[in-house]
C-alpha cells in the first residue's frame, strides 16, 4: 500500500520534473507510464514512452539521473529517496503488434468464408 503511494508520487514528480525543468533540447517527449519501487524503498523502476529515440532518451535520462533524484528529494518528503532506473516501455508496440495479428486472423477468417 505505501510503495503504491509512493510509486505514484514519484510518477507525478518526475513526470513535472521532466516537462518543467528538464531544457535539454534532444530530449523527446517522455510519458512516465509506470513507476516500481521495490519492497524496501531503496529502488525505483521508472517506466516511459517516447515520440524520439527510445535509446537516446534513454541515454539522456540516465545521465539526469542525479539532478532528477536532487529534485525529487527537494520536492517529496521521504526517509529515503531510492536509486532510479529508466526503462523503456514497450508495452504499447506490444499491444499494436497483437492488434495488428488480430487484423490479420480476422481478414484470413473473412477470405475463407
Known sequence: MRTERVASLIAREISLILSQEIRDPRLG?????????????????????TLGSSANDLNILERAKGYIRTTLAQRIRIKFIPDLKFVVDDSSKYGEKIDKLLEEIEKSNKSQK
Open 29 to 49: 517527449m517522455v510519458t512516465i507510464t509506470k513507476v516500481t519501487i521495490s519492497p524496501d524503498l531503496k529502488e525505483a523502476k521508472i517506466y516511459f514512452t
